[in-house]
């Protein structure tokens, strides 16, 4: 991949200053380097839309759910607005476990029953 870029950009050198882009840039260039970056994405995988959201997962709700003008969820409950939790089942707590909001640091935690 890094040979026929290097290959691409060197021909874009050659040639006339008409088919240059921003600031005497080769505009060829630019695009096959979008087209690069666009073709191989950032490496995550989206989950599944059927699988159980997690606890992490939750953690991360609520730090952007602080932010919102709404403020955070007093429990966990609430969490099950969150957009991207749509259509997806909450894990169930260990047994005699159930899943609570610590006040102080924020993050979904089991308490006893």
Known sequence: MKMILKKVL???RLRSV??????????LP????????ATTGCG????????EVTVAEM????????TSPMG???TVDEL?????????PFPA???GKRFSINPITRQVVTVNQ
């Open 10 to 12: 060197f021909s874009c």
């Open 18 to 27: 008409a088919a240059t882009g921003l600031d005497g840039v080769p505009a």
């Open 30 to 37: 630019i695009l096959a380097l979008g087209l690069a970056l």
């Open 44 to 51: 995550k995988t989206a989950a599944p839309a059927n699988a």
């Open 59 to 66: 953690n991360q709700a609520m730090r952007m759910m602080s």
């Open 72 to 74: 955070a969820p007093q």
């Open 80 to 88: 099950t607005n969150f957009p991207a939790f749509k259509g997806r």
């Open 93 to 95: 707590p260990p047994a």
